[in-house]
């Protein structure tokens, strides 16, 4: 995905930092605001997976640090749920004069409380989902339990949450617990995914069942089973996001009648890789695709490696010119087939080459199977072609690679 820092106004005037991700093929069919859970942040390995995944889905994703947290200006101390509520709605503004307002809210934990608020304010919103949230946002008191009373006592308290220290005044314990859930979701007015792990040890299912019962139709459920409350594994935050992607296409109006096309020239391969790990988008053509690495060297196999790529073209190319030649020729070709295979030798093994004893070479191994009623000639013939296919002349003529750097602001 492509990745913007930005920063914008929240609810006190302090600068939230945040990150735009925005789909390889460019302009989004829609727009997500997504929302951490309670002292996470914008960066959490789960949110950036999960955005990207929308990515791929061609939709783009604003995330931001509340006030307090992360990256972002103010005092934690200073903040309530409300306060959230409101940063919410001050980055659906920035959203809206500077990319596109939000189609649809998402938040995780205490952020889907908070989302479930902030809907009511955001006229674009058409649609809400949750992960893992909790029913009422006081639930978020069970972190501060051992600290309760001397926060209410002295006003204030230091406290350890998730290894990390946090100051907490009164207030936003008397926030929290003067928030109620149930005419918020009842009244909501926007379709409403809850997505729930009924393994979640740090918000229950039980949670998933309240909202649920409380909202109205258009409403859904799907279970995360298995997964932990954070969505740590890969794998959970990727599908959350295609549920929530094929989902939200019942109810978000997203174009899919056309193909958007690249903010480049059509001439131009994109590929991008993202923060972490090896997953790297390519769009080519106007065609979306992946490329990564096995898992035994760090991938995550969701693609064909880069050479795996390039054999392939080598490949695709072969066949489409023995198909061209055949056809035109008028000669019974059913199909053909090619396995290539790439390997480094010692260039003194290559009988034509003319590298020192010591130099290594790469070679591609190419087998050509050629099926159809075809005379023994015929078959020489195109095997002749074969040799001819553009891709092929290209890589054995070499290659100059010519390399600039933009520098991007």
């Known amino acids: 995905m492509a990745t913007e820092?930005?920063?914008?106004?929240?609810?006190?005037?302090?600068?939230?930092?945040?990150?735009?991700?925005?789909?390889?093929?460019?302009?989004?069919?829609?727009?997500?605001?997504?929302?951490?859970?309670?002292?996470?942040?914008k960066n959490l390995r789960a949110v950036v997976r999960f955005s990207r995944e929308l990515n791929r889905e061609g939709i783009g994703v604003l995330r931001f640090d509340f006030t307090g947290l992360g990256e972002s200006e103010g005092d934690f101390a200073d903040t309530n749920f409300t306060s959230n509520v409101e940063d919410l709605v001050a980055a659906a503004g920035y959203m809206e004069r500077e990319w596109g307002a939000p189609d649809?809210?998402?938040?995780?934990?205490?952020?889907?409380?908070?989302?479930?608020?902030?809907?009511?304010?955001?006229?674009?919103?058409?649609?809400?989902?949750?992960?893992?949230?909790?029913?009422?946002?006081s639930h978020v008191l069970q972190h501060v339990s051992e600290s309760k009373a001397e926060i209410e006592e002295r006003g204030e308290a230091e406290v350890t949450i998730s290894g990390r220290p946090f100051r907490i005044q009164r207030q936003f314990?008397?926030?929290?617990?003067?928030?109620?859930?149930?005419?918020?979701?009842?009244?909501?007015?926007?379709?409403?995914?809850?997505?729930?792990?009924?393994?979640d040890q740090v918000v229950g299912v039980e949670n998933a069942?309240?909202?649920?019962?409380?909202?109205?139709?258009?409403?859904?459920?799907?279970?995360?089973?298995?997964?932990?409350?954070?969505?740590?594994?890969?794998?959970?935050?990727?599908?959350?996001?295609?549920?929530?992607?094929?989902?939200?296409?019942?109810?978000?109006?997203?174009?899919?009648?056309?193909?958007?096309?690249?903010?480049?020239?059509?001439?131009?391969?994109?590929?991008?890789?993202?923060?972490?790990?090896?997953?790297?988008?390519?769009?080519?053509?106007?065609?979306?695709?992946?490329?990564?690495e096995p898992r035994s060297v760090g991938g995550t196999d969701e693609g064909a490696t880069p050479y795996g790529l390039l054999l392939a073209g080598l490949g695709s190319c072969t066949v489409m010119t023995l198909r061209m030649y055949a056809d035109r020729k008028g000669w019974a070709l059913d199909e053909a087939r090619v396995a290539l295979r790439h390997r480094r030798r010692h260039a003194a093994d290559e009988e034509d080459c003319e590298k020192g004893e010591d130099a290594r070479l790469d070679v591609v191994d190419r087998e050509i199977e050629l099926l159809g009623e075809l005379s023994?000639?015929?078959?020489?013939?195109?095997?002749?072609?074969?040799?001819?296919?553009?891709?092929?002349?290209?890589?054995?003529?070499g290659v100059k690679i010519r390399t600039q750097f933009l520098d991007r602001e």
Do not use: N
Not at 10 to 28: M, S
Not at 108 to 128: I, P, T
Not at 226 to 237: F, I, K, Q
């Open 5 to 41: 820092r930005v920063s914008f106004p929240g609810a006190y005037g302090d600068e939230l930092a945040a990150r735009v991700d925005l789909p390889v093929h460019g302009t989004p069919r829609a727009w997500v605001l997504f929302a951490h859970c309670f002292t996470c942040s």
């Open 104 to 137: 649809i809210l998402v938040g995780h934990s205490l952020g889907g409380a908070a989302v479930l608020h902030a809907a009511h304010s955001l006229d674009s919103v058409q649609a809400v989902a949750t992960i893992g949230a909790p029913a009422d946002p």
């Open 173 to 199: 314990l008397e926030d929290l617990e003067a928030t109620r859930m149930k005419d918020v979701v009842g009244d909501l007015g926007r379709a409403l995914l809850i997505l729930h792990s009924p393994q």
């Open 209 to 292: 069942a309240r909202l649920y019962t409380a909202a109205r139709h258009p409403k859904s459920f799907v279970s995360l089973h298995g997964a932990d409350h954070l969505l740590m594994e890969e794998t959970d935050s990727r599908y959350a996001a295609r549920v929530l992607a094929t989902w939200a296409s019942r109810y978000v109006d997203l174009p899919t009648d056309e193909v958007p096309e690249p903010p480049i020239d059509q001439d131009r391969v994109v590929v991008r890789i993202g923060e972490e790990g090896f997953r790297s988008e390519v769009w080519t053509d106007g065609h979306y695709l992946i490329a990564d």
């Open 376 to 397: 023994d000639e015929q078959r020489t013939r195109l095997l002749e072609i074969a040799e001819k296919c553009p891709v092929h002349r290209t890589m054995d003529a």
